[in-house]
């Protein structure tokens, strides 16, 4: 039984209580949390210097930070930090922490005190942040805080948007076909022109130079009215022959 009163702490830290049988010797090192496993606890989220809280407009937050398995953020919201903390104030001084961020981070993050991960510039896309606890001398406890976040893109980098561009583009292709293959079918006819007009220029030619000789046969007294019938013949079909070259290269011109 320890007499009431009787107590003297030594140079070493130990305490001496006296007894009814005499002294017992007491370690206060001794004293810890046995088989405690500590809980993260997310306390606070900041997006690009900014505490964010759920009843704000426009607020990532449905309810608080630390009820949400997951987050989704806006392009221009990649940069933030995440507050957390142990949830037994008792031991709290007595641990570290260490987190990693699964789609940026390789390795975890050195043992800190400092209990706030920060990230910045992150690109679009989805991670998972982890959090941990550990003793001071770095004996992990089997207890990880897992948060999914996910960074949406810009709406121009969007399903939507690329479908829109994929539309755009195949529109412009197609109006490009078109064009060259109209811009052809024009060349292509020019050409057949030209080369029409050519040939009837060189018809108009040897037409005129048959025309005079006929025309003078064909007012001829000499021949006979038979033959001069068929003379008069030859010059209505040659005059035929005529008007339909100038029409057509009078098309030509015009075209």
Not at 2 to 18: H, L, M, R, T
Not at 61 to 79: F, R, V
Not at 120 to 148: D, M
Not at 191 to 218: C, D, F, Q, W
């Amino acid at each position: 039984q320890v007499n009431f009163g009787a107590a003297y702490k030594i140079k070493s830290g130990e305490i001496i209580f006296g007894t009814t049988d005499g002294f017992s010797l007491f370690d206060p090192k001794t004293i810890g949390v046995r088989g405690f496993v500590p809980q993260i606890v997310l306390t606070s989220l900041t997006i690009n210097n900014k505490k964010v809280e759920p009843w704000q407009e426009n607020s990532p937050l449905d309810a608080q930070i630390d009820k949400q398995e997951k987050i989704q953020l806006s392009y221009n919201q990649n940069s933030f930090s995440l507050d957390f903390v142990n949830s037994s104030p008792a031991v709290s001084g007595k641990h570290l922490y260490s987190w990693k961020l699964e789609g940026s981070d390789k390795e975890w993050s050195a043992p800190s005190t400092r209990p706030t991960a920060i990230y910045t510039n992150l690109p679009t896309g989805k991670y998972v942040l982890l959090v941990k606890a550990l003793s001071k001398g770095e004996q992990e406890y089997n207890i990880i805080r897992r948060l999914q976040i996910h960074i949406m893109p810009p709406w121009w980098f969007s399903t939507w948007a690329f479908l829109g561009y994929l539309l755009l583009l195949s529109s412009g292709i197609f109006i490009m076909v078109n064009y060259i293959r109209i811009k052809n079918a024009r060349q292509k006819f020019a050409e057949r022109l030209r080369l029409n007009t050519s040939i009837s220029h060189e018809i108009r030619t040897p037409l005129t130079l048959i025309k005079g000789p006929v025309n003078a046969l064909a007012t001829d007294t000499a021949f006979p009215e038979a033959q001069r019938a068929n003379l008069q013949l030859a010059q209505k079909n040659i005059q035929k022959l005529e008007a339909i070259i100038s029409q057509f290269i009078d098309f030509q011109k015009s075209g």
